[in-house]
């Protein structure tokens, strides 16, 4: 017992102090960053019930960071009792029964020092084998009774698959599953220049415009990472090792679910040649390394749930429905994420912030699609690409049973007669603004509503 609560109060210094908690390493490194993000999961998460939540997200989007900001909220604001708060890296633990010792030691070590609900935050539980074998046993037996247990994880394949064996001892939260994305081009805005959206209105937005441009085409630099935001605004620059950092992430979940990364490579670098144009999952198995479709889509699975990539079906207008036989257009979440690939699929990581500098000017109305499809897909309960009987439109999306119909127009004037005849189009321009002959928003603006 001895050893093993050794090992969890190395974890934990405020059990000592109280105030030690505000000389964590996360902590010191989020104060002493240019621009703070405080996720509004630090007011919104309701911290008076018992269940068992789950935060996905792609690495350094700042879900650890969030994690040691919300201790420092329950320590220092509502002052719960020292010994409620609980924190452990599950990077550390060897398997679901080494898990299951862990949490019982703190169990044993705070039940009966407090009668107060108790907080436990695990770290990157998707390294953990079976981790939800062992968060079944505890709540079926009542030893998670009055505790909140908060996990994370990068890889949205062990934290869903796990959270599902769950099914039923999840509490009283709705969602139980939260997504932790990375920074939308209106949160950047907000971010970095929130005087940019004191008047939000369209009108005052346009007279800003060339400033909005310049802020988007830092956007397409950093993304939506807090991180090489905050690298990009310090030094000028993004760092070798941070794309690295990325690319030896994204390797490493592959290899968890045994799949080739040279394979992944491949399939992306087809990916990328028809990015913003539907393709079938016969072409990319044919123009990739894959034996089969079917090994091509399970590829894209997996990607898809390693937030890196997203696809689409086709919606038939005329006919009101979905079509999966229909091609796929497939796009990326972040442009940070789509830099990194793009540069590593073609070999560029020798300097690769310069290479993204190049690859913003030469992609730049394909990457502005990929914009807009990223910021439709996380609003938008369903989402598709249109086919008419003339042609096609980009997205199409469906809320309430209402349809939307979006067309990406990224250039000097638009040739409306290429536009679908649709009610409620939008046109998204690299500079229009105007209602007629449909309506047409610059791309920030469209982005920043």
């Known amino acids: 017992m001895d050893k093993?609560?050794?090992?969890?109060?190395?974890?934990?210094?405020?059990?000592?102090?109280?105030?030690?908690?505000?000389?964590?390493?996360?902590?010191?490194?989020?104060?002493?960053?240019?621009?703070?993000?405080?996720?509004?999961?630090?007011?919104?998460?309701?911290?008076?019930?018992?269940g068992v939540v789950t935060?996905?997200?792609?690495?350094?989007?700042?879900?650890?960071?969030?994690?040691?900001?919300?201790?420092?909220?329950?320590?220092?604001?509502i002052k719960i009792p020292k010994e409620a708060v609980f924190f452990f890296p599950c990077d550390r633990v060897k398997d679901y029964n080494d898990l299951f010792d862990v949490i019982k030691a703190y169990l044993d070590y705070a039940r009966p020092r407090t009668s107060s609900r108790l907080y436990l935050f695990l770290d990157e539980i998707s390294f953990v084998t079976d981790w939800q074998k062992a968060i079944k046993e505890m709540v079926d037996n009542g030893m998670l009774k009055n505790a909140l247990v908060l996990l994370?994880?990068?890889?949205?394949?062990?934290?869903?698959?796990?959270?599902?064996?769950?099914?039923?001892?999840?509490?009283?939260?709705?969602?139980?599953?939260?997504?932790?994305?990375?920074?939308?081009?209106?949160?950047?805005?907000?971010?970095?220049?929130?005087?940019?959206?004191?008047?939000?209105?369209?009108?005052v937005l346009y007279r800003q415009l060339p400033t909005l441009q310049k802020l988007f085409g830092d956007f397409l630099l950093t993304g939506g990472f807090p991180k090489t935001i905050n690298e990009f605004y310090t030094t000028g620059q993004i760092?070798?090792?941070?794309?690295?950092?990325?690319?030896?992430?994204?390797?490493?979940?592959?290899?968890?679910?045994?799949?080739?990364?040279?394979?992944?490579?491949?399939?992306?670098a087809t990916v990328f040649k028809t990015v913003t144009t539907p393709i079938s999952?016969?072409?990319?198995?044919?123009?990739?390394?894959?034996?089969s479709h079917p090994a091509a889509q399970d590829y894209l699975d997996i990607l898809e749930k390693m937030f890196v990539l997203f696809t689409?079906?086709?919606?038939?207008?005329?006919?009101?429905?979905?079509?999966?036989?229909?091609?796929?257009?497939?796009?990326?979440?972040?442009?940070?994420?789509?830099?990194?690939?793009?540069?590593?699929?073609?070999?560029?990581?020798?300097?690769?912030?310069?290479?993204?500098?190049?690859?913003?000017?030469?992609?730049?109305?394909?990457?502005?699609?990929?914009?807009?499809g990223a910021k439709l897909v996380r609003e938008a309960p369903s989402m598709y690409w249109g086919k008419t009987a003339t042609g096609e439109v980009d997205f199409v999306t469906k809320k309430e049973g209402k349809l939307g119909f979006y067309e990406v127009k990224y250039r000097k004037r638009i040739p409306y007669d290429e536009v679908a005849n649709l009610p409620e189009m939008t046109v998204v321009s690299a500079d229009t603004l105007t209602d007629t002959p449909v309506k047409t928003v610059p791309l920030e603006i469209f982005l920043l509503s």
């Open 4 to 50: 093993e609560f050794d090992r969890i109060h190395a974890n934990n210094p405020w059990w000592d102090s109280i105030r030690l908690i505000e000389d964590d390493s996360l902590l010191t490194e989020f104060n002493d960053q240019k621009y703070r993000y405080h996720n509004p999961l630090l007011s919104s998460l309701d911290l008076t019930k018992d």
């Open 55 to 77: 935060i996905r997200g792609p690495r350094r989007v700042g879900k650890s960071t969030l994690f040691r900001l919300l201790i420092k909220k329950l320590l220092l604001d």
């Open 152 to 203: 994370t994880g990068s890889s949205i394949l062990d934290l869903k698959y796990g959270s599902e064996f769950l099914s039923g001892r999840r509490g009283a939260f709705s969602p139980a599953d939260i997504f932790y994305h990375p920074l939308s081009f209106k949160q950047f805005v907000e971010f970095v220049s929130p005087q940019t959206l004191a008047d939000p209105s369209p009108a």
């Open 239 to 268: 760092t070798n090792s941070t794309y690295d950092t990325f690319i030896t992430w994204t390797e490493n979940d592959l290899h968890k679910t045994r799949k080739s990364e040279q394979i992944a490579y491949d399939l992306l």
């Open 281 to 291: 999952y016969i072409s990319l198995a044919r123009d990739s390394s894959l034996a």
């Open 312 to 372: 689409l079906s086709a919606y038939v207008v005329e006919e009101k429905s979905r079509d999966s036989k229909k091609n796929k257009k497939i796009y990326f979440t972040d442009p940070f994420i789509f830099n990194s690939l793009y540069l590593k699929v073609h070999e560029l990581m020798g300097n690769p912030f310069a290479q993204s500098q190049k690859l913003k000017a030469k992609l730049l109305p394909a990457i502005a699609e990929n914009c807009v």
